[in-house]
């Protein structure tokens, strides 16, 4: 896959919001998570990810689980601007009977999805299983790349899972922590606080790096810096995000982990994307 230059993986990125909003103001998404999460899913897909849309079975490539299985959309959009489909399919088929796009990813109706998720805790266990079931394959290349909310590290599951990936030798797997210290309740630290997460997981043995969700050239570094997939030891990012980044009027709002908006909003969310981008680079 091409690897783009920050300036054309900033570029997708404002594509990408454009399109969560365009898609929120016609079905209710989970759009605050969504945002949060679309810088982090862009270089994933639009730079890192070793995968062939016209062979989404070749065992060589690489694995992809969606463990905050509610932030389904900014993975379709990024799979679509990849190459496995058109984005004018998930405009026409999300939320409609039979069709490839819901708010949760389902592996039965869409054959770019490794793992149906939804429930909270059950996407990264799947994803250490399958790591490990590369390494006793001897499959030496691939990756497995998880990615999870902050909130979701309350669960049970994700710390036997953290467990094992060290005990195994995960060296394969990546996993990715969307950290927006919201949920659709309010506030991490006011619900299950989690304290440091970067320590818990470097307290557990893994390879830790810590960033901004939101720089672009940080998360190409990193990405870039991974250690070879044959190495022994997984490697977690917690990234530090804003819940629905890019719109200030649902920026840190936890009220927008769901939601539609009306066609003003939109408007007014596209106008507030693009002269953010000015500022940075220009002319959109």
Known sequence: MHKNTVWELEKAALEIRKNLLELCSREVIHIGGDLSVADIMTVLWQYQIHYDPKNCRDENRDRFVLSKGHASAVVSFNQAAAGCFDKKDVFREYARDNGRFSMHSCNLVNPYIEVSTGSLGHGFPVACGIAQALKMKENRQSRVYVVMGDGEQSEGSIWEAALNSVHFKLGNLVAIIDANGLEADGR??????????????????????????????????????????????????????IKGKGVPFMENQSQWHTGKITKKQKETAFCELNAAFRRKWGPV
């Open 188 to 241: 991490i630290e006011d619900l299950t606080a989690l304290g440091d997460l970067a320590e818990k997981y470097r307290c557990f043995g893994w390879r830790v790096r810590e960033l901004d969700g939101h720089d672009m050239a940080a998360l190409v570094r990193e990405f870039d810096a991974l250690p070879g997939a044959d190495s022994e030891i997984p490697t977690v990012f917690v990234c530090h995000t």
